[in-house]
């Protein structure tokens, strides 16, 4: 490699770090509800219907639909929260929701995909 290759592969290497940090910081709540996106497919659409528009059929009994959720007018980061952090189930509600267990990490993934879904705000 001459001199001239080598600087113009440092520029671009320079360059191309630059891009990726700036796009990285810009889209960084756009990761992290994809993020919450894939782990919520994965933990909750046993129960769930999970992506965004889906409706439940009529005599569906289980999950709301996150949609349904999301664009409840009560429903923020942190009632989100509360309801994830704990157990529903008890002896008198068996099928209420059980404490799906997340790590920190996931649960603020996954509670930012659930309000990126809101249709209004
Ligand atoms: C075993 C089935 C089951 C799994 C797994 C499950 N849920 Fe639920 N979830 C339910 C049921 C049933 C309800 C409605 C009754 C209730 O609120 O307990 C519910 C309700 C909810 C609600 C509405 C709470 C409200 O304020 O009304 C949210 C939000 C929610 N679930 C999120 C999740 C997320 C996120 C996951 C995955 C991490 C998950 N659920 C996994 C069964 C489940």
Same mark, same amino acid.
């Given at each position: ?16 770090? =630059?891009? +990726? ?5 810009? $889209?960084?709540? !756009? ?7 894939? @782990? ?10 999970? $992506? &965004?528009?889906?409706?439940? #059929? #009529? $005599?569906? =009994?289980?999950? &709301?639909?996150?949609?349904? +959720?999301?664009? *409840?007018? $009560? =429903?923020? +980061? !942190?009632?989100? *929260?509360?309801?994830? *952090?704990?157990?529903?189930?008890? /002896?008198?509600? #068996?099928? /209420?929701?059980?404490? &799906?267990? @997340?790590?920190?990490?996931?649960? +603020? ?13």
């Amino acid at each position: 490699m001459n001199n001239l290759t080598r600087n113009s592969a440092a520029i671009f290497l320079t360059l191309a770090g =630059v891009c +990726v940090a700036t796009g990285a910081w810009a $889209d960084s709540n !756009q990761v992290a509800s994809g993020m919450g996106h894939e @782990l919520a497919r994965h933990i909750c659409s046993s129960c769930h219907l999970v $992506d &965004p528009g889906q409706v439940n #059929p #009529p $005599d569906h =009994v289980g999950g &709301p639909t996150f949609q349904s +959720v999301a664009d *409840r007018s $009560d =429903v923020t +980061v !942190q009632s989100l *929260r509360r309801h994830l *952090r704990n157990t529903h189930t008890n /002896a008198m509600v #068996p099928l /209420a929701m059980p404490n &799906p267990g @997340l790590t920190e990490d996931e649960l +603020v993934k996954i509670i930012s995909y659930i309000i990126s879904l809101k249709t209004h705000s």
